[in-house]
């Protein structure tokens, strides 16, 4: 079934979970698309999963859409989001536009925008878009592309109404679904109950309406992830064998061997 923005809401009024993984290429896509991912995110945790960078901030605009137009092509149900990374909105409101846009034009469903805690310039961008007909995904809690601010801590506490609040206004300003990251349970369980986006969990407890997990990390293709992640594999251990096994055979002379070589 073809997943968009009303089946998503209609997933949260029937109680059914919402699965979300990131994605950054074709084949990738496809794979997940066919488990029955129904939301794929072109994240731009693509700079530190495959692009090499220690942090998001450094992946560029062109980067992200290349890779949505990939994992456009490679989904046929899954939604497909796309992060608008840092320096790509915010600047002006004419920036803003003019590159959401572009990425629906490039096979997104919608984009992704992260409001820090207390944040105000986000709400209008995102009621401009959804006024536009760009459907957004909200982001709060931990924004990654704040981290040089807020750095990498769980969001509750002192903050928890603060949190609340700055969902509650991404809501009315029009998010279909808002990302939480590595905010308290309890924290989320209020925003998921207070707001009618569906609410997507990243280390946010099991009270919100789906959960989303950078798919390296989830594969074990990732060296190191997060206490919130649950390795479902152990990629990285299976990719280090097998090429490890097709060097050895190259070296020994045992690759090609008669099955693989066109005779005359």
Not at 130 to 151: F, K
């Amino acid at each position: 079934m073809t997943v968009n923005e009303r089946r998503l809401k209609e997933m949260k009024e029937e109680g059914e979970e919402v699965a979300m993984s990131t994605a950054y290429d074709a084949a990738e896509a496809e794979l997940l698309d066919r488990a029955g991912v129904d939301v794929l995110l072109v994240g731009d945790s693509v700079g530190n999963v495959r692009l090499g960078y220690d942090t998001t901030l450094p992946v560029s605009l062109e980067e992200v859409l290349a890779a949505t137009a990939a994992v456009a092509r490679g989904a046929e149900d899954a939604l497909v989001v796309a992060d608008m990374p840092f320096g790509s909105y915010g600047a002006s409101m004419e920036q803003s536009v003019e590159n959401a846009q572009r990425f629906l034009k490039e096979g997104a469903d919608a984009v992704k925008l992260e409001t820090p805690v207390g944040g105000e310039f986000t709400m209008e961008v995102v009621d401009r878009l959804t006024e536009l007909g760009v459907p957004v995904m909200g982001h709060t809690g931990l924004t990654p592309q704040h981290v040089n601010r807020s750095g990498y801590e769980v969001k509750g506490g002192d903050e928890a109404d603060a949190l609340v609040e700055t969902a509650r206004r991404l809501d009315d300003a029009g998010v279909f679904s808002l990302v939480l990251e590595m905010v308290e349970e309890p924290v989320a369980a209020r925003v998921a109950d207070e707001v009618e986006a569906v609410t997507i969990g990243i280390g946010a407890g099991r009270e919100v309406d789906g959960q989303v997990l950078v798919v390296d990390d989830l594969l074990g293709v990732s060296e190191d992830v997060p206490s919130f992640v649950k390795q479902y594999a152990d990629l990285r251990a299976v990719i280090s064998e097998a090429v490890e096994e097709y060097v050895d055979e190259v070296k020994d002379g045992e690759f090609p061997s008669d099955e693989h070589v066109f005779s005359g």
